[in-house]
């Protein structure tokens, strides 16, 4: 019989970080429903509004995503949308629903996540129409590719598999018609940290290596070291859920170090707090008369806590080191 493998799909650890898929849905779907910003897919993720959360709690859900968008965008604007995305982690995220509405598809949008979190998200968008329509209406042939484990069509793509094998990840992005000669963008939210560093760092210069013009957006936690980082481990150890990479979180330096260190031209990071100073301000203002903060020292808090990196290298001088906030 044969040994069995570690990090398996089973696993408490790998079951706690897929709980977290379903927390961060829940959050932007409260966070939507009060009006913090637009969303027309997630209630078929999440159908209902659920308890409420703080107002800081929305703010940094709106950072996030404001921040998120802001430089996947711009990317998209630069390439005039002749590249691919890769969703890394993507859990029920909406971004490709998003980008089809605001006429901003790339040539492909590829999402990666756990087999387990992949079925459920393609028995939704097999029985919602809101979802399943815009991937319908852009695939030339009869029929998709349609499996326990993968969806695949011209414009759409999402695969299961497990992030820590490289190998394995790079087989099955390439059997769907993944383009390395084409720019390419890759999207981490709250995904590297969950893995140990030799991990990380093989994913992040497995990216490096294999695309000669591409952009990496990582959205996680930052600063944590001092005693609010230290609480906001123990509050996730005690639901089983271990940060296995956050010393690479220790600073913005070590954010971008990461990068650097794995063959990445240019790195740049910034906490969330400084993004929420820089996204546009009248609707910071717009979302700040939703709902009374009490404490705004605790929002400087959490959000100081949280940062996006992100790194280009661009052999086909697009001007990706210019992307920026």
């Known amino acids: ?31 939507t429903s ?57 859990g029920l995220d909406t971004t490709f629903w998003r980008l089809k509405e605001q ?16 079925a459920r998200k393609i028995h939704y968008i097999k029985t919602k129409p809101p979802l399943s329509k815009p991937i319908i209406d852009m695939h030339s042939a009869d029929s998709l590719l349609l499996e326990p484990h993968v969806l695949d069509s011209d414009r759409y793509c999402i695969i299961g598999a497990d992030l820590r094998d490289i190998s394995n990840l790079d087989d099955k992005l390439k059997k769907f018609q993944l ?50 980082g230290q609480v906001m481990v123990e509050n996730l150890q005690r639901r089983q859920c271990s940060l296995a990479g956050v010393e690479a979180c220790q600073s913005l330096d070590s954010q971008k170090e990461r990068f650097l ?39 400087q808090q959490l959000l100081q806590h949280y940062c996006i990196c992100w790194a280009t290298k661009d052999k086909l001088n697009l001007g990706l080191s210019q992307l920026a906030f």
């Open 1 to 31: 019989m044969a040994a069995r493998q570690p990090f398996t799909d089973t696993d408490t650890a790998d079951e706690a970080v897929r709980a977290t898929c379903d927390d961060a849905t829940i959050c932007k779907r409260f966070a």
């Open 103 to 118: 006429n901003l598809l790339p040539k492909k949008f590829f999402e990666v996540d756990f087999p387990t979190v992949v």
């Open 179 to 228: 383009n390395t000669e084409l720019p390419t963008l890759f999207l981490a939210e709250c995904v590297l940290v969950y893995m140990n560093p030799s991990q990380s760092c093989n994913l992040v210069h497995w990216a490096a290596e294999t695309f000669h013009t591409a952009m990496f957006i990582n959205y996680e936690q930052v600063n944590m070291s001092d005693r609010f």
């Open 34 to 90: 009060k009006g913090y910003w637009k969303d027309s897919c997630l209630q078929y993720f999440v159908r209902n509004v659920g308890e409420r959360k703080a107002p800081e709690i929305n703010r940094g859900y709106y950072a996030r995503v404001k921040g998120v968008n802001l430089l996947l965008d711009a990317f998209l604007r630069k390439t005039e949308c002749q590249c691919q995305v890769i969703n890394l982690g993507a």
């Open 261 to 299: 260190a794995a063959g990445w031209e240019q790195a740049n990071a910034l906490d969330m707090m400084t993004v929420y100073s820089i996204l546009p301000q009248d609707d910071v203002a717009r979302i700040e008369q939703l709902e009374f903060l009490d404490e705004r020292e605790l929002l």
